[in-house]
Protein backbone atom coordinates (compact mmCIF):
# COMPACT_ATOMS: atom_id res chain seq x y z
CA UNK A 1 0.00 0.00 0.00
CA UNK A 2 1.46 3.01 -0.86
CA UNK A 3 1.27 6.11 1.45
CA UNK A 4 1.94 9.81 1.11
CA UNK A 5 2.69 11.45 4.60
CA UNK A 6 3.20 15.23 4.75
CA UNK A 7 4.99 17.64 7.25
CA UNK A 8 6.09 21.19 7.78
CA UNK A 9 2.82 23.11 8.46
CA UNK A 10 2.03 25.44 10.78
CA UNK A 11 1.70 28.82 11.91
CA UNK A 12 3.07 31.83 10.47
CA UNK A 13 3.01 35.69 10.90
CA UNK A 14 2.32 37.25 7.28
CA UNK A 15 5.59 37.83 5.13
CA UNK A 16 7.20 34.49 6.40
CA UNK A 17 7.99 31.35 4.65
CA UNK A 18 7.51 27.80 5.47
CA UNK A 19 8.35 24.60 3.75
CA UNK A 20 6.00 21.69 3.52
CA UNK A 21 7.72 18.04 2.60
CA UNK A 22 5.63 14.81 1.28
CA UNK A 23 7.56 11.51 0.79
CA UNK A 24 5.79 8.54 -0.88
CA UNK A 25 6.32 4.94 -0.16
CA UNK A 26 5.69 1.61 -0.81
CA UNK A 27 6.01 -0.41 -3.68
CA UNK A 28 6.28 2.30 -6.30
CA UNK A 29 7.58 1.64 -9.87
CA UNK A 30 7.54 5.17 -11.27
CA UNK A 31 5.57 8.12 -9.64
CA UNK A 32 3.96 9.70 -12.70
CA UNK A 33 2.97 13.61 -11.70
CA UNK A 34 3.36 15.26 -8.23
CA UNK A 35 1.95 18.07 -6.37
CA UNK A 36 0.24 19.97 -3.80
CA UNK A 37 -2.77 20.91 -3.30
CA UNK A 38 -4.85 23.31 -1.29
CA UNK A 39 -8.53 23.64 0.37
CA UNK A 40 -9.36 26.65 2.30
CA UNK A 41 -13.17 26.56 4.48
CA UNK A 42 -16.00 27.01 2.60
CA UNK A 43 -13.82 26.25 -1.07
CA UNK A 44 -13.01 23.45 -3.25
CA UNK A 45 -9.55 21.99 -3.82
CA UNK A 46 -7.38 24.05 -5.89
CA UNK A 47 -3.99 22.72 -7.30
CA UNK A 48 -0.74 24.93 -5.98
CA UNK A 49 1.94 23.60 -7.63
CA UNK A 50 2.78 19.98 -9.61
CA UNK A 51 5.58 18.52 -11.32
CA UNK A 52 3.82 17.16 -14.39
CA UNK A 53 4.81 14.65 -17.25
CA UNK A 54 8.07 15.66 -18.78
CA UNK A 55 9.07 17.32 -15.59
CA UNK A 56 7.75 20.72 -16.27
CA UNK A 57 6.09 22.50 -13.29
CA UNK A 58 2.57 24.01 -13.05
CA UNK A 59 1.89 26.78 -10.54
CA UNK A 60 -1.20 28.34 -9.49
CA UNK A 61 -1.18 31.98 -10.71
CA UNK A 62 -2.05 33.36 -6.99
CA UNK A 63 1.40 31.37 -5.86
CA UNK A 64 3.16 32.72 -9.04
CA UNK A 65 6.71 34.06 -7.57
CA UNK A 66 6.47 33.18 -4.06
CA UNK A 67 5.93 29.60 -3.67
CA UNK A 68 8.43 26.84 -5.21
CA UNK A 69 8.03 23.06 -5.98
CA UNK A 70 11.18 21.01 -5.57
CA UNK A 71 11.32 17.43 -6.07
CA UNK A 72 14.64 14.12 -4.78
CA UNK A 73 13.28 11.67 -6.74
CA UNK A 74 15.53 9.13 -4.94
CA UNK A 75 13.48 9.24 -2.00
CA UNK A 76 10.40 9.48 -3.92
CA UNK A 77 9.50 13.36 -2.10
CA UNK A 78 8.55 16.39 -3.13
CA UNK A 79 8.59 19.85 -1.39
CA UNK A 80 7.21 23.68 -1.52
CA UNK A 81 9.04 26.42 -0.31
CA UNK A 82 6.34 28.70 0.25
CA UNK A 83 7.99 32.51 1.09
CA UNK A 84 6.12 35.83 1.50
CA UNK A 85 2.77 34.09 2.81
CA UNK A 86 -0.20 35.74 3.02
CA UNK A 87 -3.53 35.08 5.55
CA UNK A 88 -5.43 34.26 1.69
CA UNK A 89 -2.70 31.25 1.70
CA UNK A 90 -4.72 29.40 4.58
CA UNK A 91 -5.45 26.44 3.79
CA UNK A 92 -4.96 22.43 4.39
CA UNK A 93 -2.38 21.80 2.19
CA UNK A 94 -2.37 18.37 0.66
CA UNK A 95 0.35 16.38 -1.64
CA UNK A 96 -1.06 14.35 -4.62
CA UNK A 97 0.74 11.70 -6.42
CA UNK A 98 -0.05 9.55 -9.63
CA UNK A 99 2.28 6.33 -9.33
CA UNK A 100 2.41 2.97 -10.73
CA UNK A 101 2.60 0.50 -8.05
CA UNK A 102 4.60 -3.23 -8.32
CA UNK A 103 2.08 -5.73 -9.26
CA UNK A 104 -0.72 -2.96 -10.80
CA UNK A 105 -1.84 -2.22 -13.61
CA UNK A 106 -1.96 1.37 -14.42
CA UNK A 107 -1.52 4.54 -12.33
CA UNK A 108 -3.15 5.22 -9.52
CA UNK A 109 -4.00 8.50 -7.54
CA UNK A 110 -3.07 8.78 -3.75
CA UNK A 111 -3.42 11.72 -1.49
CA UNK A 112 -1.38 12.22 1.76
CA UNK A 113 -3.67 13.42 5.04
CA UNK A 114 -2.66 17.25 4.71
CA UNK A 115 -1.04 19.47 6.67
CA UNK A 116 -2.43 22.77 8.05
CA UNK A 117 -1.07 25.85 7.44
CA UNK A 118 -1.78 29.21 8.78
CA UNK A 119 -1.17 32.86 7.80
CA UNK A 120 -2.28 35.04 10.85
CA UNK A 121 -2.04 38.65 9.27
Known amino acids: QVQLVESGGGLVQAGGSLRLSCAASGNIVSIITMGWYRQAPGKQRELVASFTIGDRTNYADSVKGRFAISRDNAKNSVYLQMNSLKPEDTAVYYC???????????????WGQGTQVTVSS
Open 96 to 110: NADLIEIGQWGKRDY
